[in-house]
């Protein structure tokens, strides 16, 4: 639909993170959480009424916000890079993206519901009525259990709820850039995959293959290890001897125990779980790359 739009509307559509000139624009949103905006000026009324049929009409969400959310808000949503310096520092940041589906929420009702489901304080967004992030800066997430949150808040609110858990990253003015690539690789999860809730990296890492995305910010995890390259062939031949220990141990010419070790080391500094599938997977191909470049 929205390549439809393209083609009619050409240079008068643009998406939100695009342009400077907001308030120019007329801002709706897709069901899959994605913002356009098409020129007030080629816009006619009954075009106007049509789109707000069609999609969600946009409008910023900051009157509700303190200083420290507008700052956030200014720097991830904006790209704002000069308020960086503002913002609180954190050994890691993680975020953490939820898109109503279905149903509409009171603002604050739903912003203290979220912070209730932390046992720490959390700074919480929202960028439309549908799409809300949290960003946690603990190093102990609690990021885990949010499968059984996810079903809490849709029981309270009545609405459809989805989420992604983005990766824990380090805190610097990259995190702009970390942020606009999750957004865009929770709305290829929400395509491809629209029946599951909780999204992480382990479900959208093959299908950001299959979208053409580009996979800078799908690997973060690896940087834990940039300077272990022992590590990593550690863990591929892991995998070429089919997750199983013994045989890797013996390959490697190491201990199985020791070998268990680096394996429970990565599966802590990553978050991944590699003895699942999805988790192999994605590990193995994100090895792959590594090594490509």
């Known amino acids: 639909m929205l390549e439809k739009l393209r083609?009619?509307?050409?240079?008068?559509?643009?998406?939100?993170?695009?342009?400077?000139?907001?308030?120019?624009?007329?801002?709706?949103?897709?069901e899959h959480g994605e913002l356009f905006g098409i020129k007030k000026e080629v816009l006619t009324p009954k075009e106007h009424a049509l789109l707000a049929t069609l999609f969600t009409p946009h409008e910023a969400f900051t009157t509700w916000m303190n200083k420290q959310q507008q700052t956030w808000y200014r720097f991830l949503i904006h790209g704002d890079e000069r308020v960086f310096d503002q913002l609180p520092t954190s050994t890691y940041t993680r975020f953490i993206y939820f898109y109503i589906q279905k149903g509409t929420v009171d603002t604050r009702d739903f912003m203290e519901a979220i912070q209730s489901l932390f046992?720490?304080?959390?700074?919480?967004?929202?960028?439309?009525?549908?799409?809300?992030?949290?960003?946690?800066?603990?190093?102990?997430?609690?990021?885990?259990?949010?499968?059984?949150?996810?079903?809490?808040?849709?029981?309270?609110?009545?609405?459809?709820?989805?989420?992604?858990?983005?990766?824990?990253?380090?805190?610097?003015?990259?995190?702009?850039?970390?942020?606009?690539?999750?957004?865009?690789?929770?709305?290829?999860?929400?395509?491809?995959?629209?029946?599951?809730?909780?999204?992480?990296?382990?479900?959208?890492?093959p299908l950001l293959f299959i979208s053409g995305e580009e996979m800078t910010y799908a690997t973060m995890f690896l940087q834990a290890f940039n300077q272990e390259h022992d590590m990593l062939r550690t863990m591929k031949t892991f995998f070429e001897c089919n997750l199983n220990v013994s045989l890797a141990a013996k390959k490697l010419h190491m201990h199985r125990n020791s070998l268990q070790y680096r394996i429970d080391k990565f599966i802590e500094k990553t978050g991944i779980d590699m003895k699942q599938f999805k988790g192999a997977l994605t590990v193995y191909l994100a090895i792959l790359l590594y090594e490509r470049h």
């Open 119 to 205: 046992p720490y304080d959390v700074t919480i967004i929202s960028e439309t009525e549908q799409q809300w992030i949290v960003i946690e800066q603990q190093e102990e997430s609690v990021a885990s259990t949010l499968h059984e949150w996810i079903d809490t808040l849709c029981s309270d609110f009545y609405i459809q709820l989805r989420a992604y858990i983005g990766q824990k990253c380090s805190h610097s003015v990259e995190l702009a850039r970390i942020f606009a690539a999750e957004k865009r690789y929770f709305h290829i999860g929400l395509k491809h995959t629209p029946a599951q809730r909780v999204y992480c990296i382990e479900d959208v890492f």
């Open 7 to 30: 083609t009619y509307y050409r240079n008068a559509l643009v998406e939100y993170e695009q342009v400077n000139e907001r308030d120019e624009y007329e801002w709706f949103s897709t």
